[in-house]
T-cell receptor
Framework: DAKTTQPNSMESNEEEPVHLPCNHS???????IHWYRQLPSQGPEYVIH???SNVNNRMASLAIAEDRKSSTLILHRATLRDAAVYYC????????????FGKGTLLTVNP | SAVISQKPSRDICQRGTSLTIQCQVD?????MFWYRQQPGQSLTLIAT?????????ESGFVIDKFPISRPNLTFSTLTVSNMSPEDSSIYLC?????????????FGEGSRLTVL
């Protein structure tokens, strides 16, 4: 599996935007970029995913570099509930939904 | 989406015993996976639970230690055999369905095992 690199931790203030970076320089042409987050004492939950174009949904936005070697998850207005570990994961295209988790980024949101 | 129920949610076990964790999904799903999350660590995939056939294990995990069953499209079990304190972890069931076009996986709340 292609690897991703994320900062170990980041800090943000409530109601401010948060940009969570992810490097994936060995990404292949068929790899999807997935983001999950894990709130304290819960299982991971899906946030967003993309292939080449930027994506928006009700939770976040995903900005993908033109060469696809990096991406950024954007939380437009952080809330205390967004404090979690955020995982950037590359998933091979096709019917195999298997995910390989890295260490992720621990996001702390200050009130 | 898929709602996943795991039992037990937590347990304290004695060294040398075995424990079976159940994963029940509220709808038929294509894929089921079992993950382990050791204290303070990320998730590690144990195996893919295959309906009606033997599970597919990841490197470092073997059937004798982690036997898995998947009798139908909504249910799976993971047994942690001959437990030692190193098996103290959260074990999570995860499912995927071809009905969504996102390829997302849904996760249960996890089963927290403490081995004494």
């Amino acid at each position: 599996d292609a690897k991703t690199t994320q900062p170990n931790s980041m800090e943000s203030n409530e109601e401010e935007p948060v940009h969570l970076p992810c490097n994936h320089s060995t990404i292949s042409g068929t790899d999807y970029i997935h983001w999950y987050r894990q709130l304290p004492s819960q299982g991971p939950e899906y946030v967003i995913h993309g292939l080449t174009s930027n994506v928006n949904n009700r939770m976040a936005s995903l900005a993908i570099a033109e060469d696809r070697k990096s991406s950024t998850l954007i939380l437009h207005r952080a809330t205390l509930r967004d404090a979690a570990v955020y995982y950037c994961i590359l998933r091979s295209g096709g019917s195999n939904y298997k995910l390989t988790f890295g260490k992720g980024t621990l996001l702390t949101v200050n009130p | 989406s898929a709602v996943i129920s795991q039992k037990p949610s937590r347990d304290i076990c004695q060294r040398g015993t075995s424990l079976t964790i159940q994963c029940q999904v509220d709808s038929q799903v294509t894929m089921m996976f079992w993950y382990r999350q050791q204290p303070g660590q990320s998730l590690t995939l144990i195996a893919t639970a295959n309906q009606g056939s033997e599970a597919t294990y990841e490197s470092g995990f073997v059937i004798d230690k982690f036997p898995i069953s998947r009798p139908n499209l909504t249910f799976s079990t993971l047994t942690v055999s001959n437990m030692s304190p190193e098996d103290s972890s959260i074990y999570l069931c995860s499912v995927g369905t071809a009905k969504t076009n996102t390829g997302e996986l849904f996760f249960g709340e996890g089963s927290r095992l403490t081995v004494l």
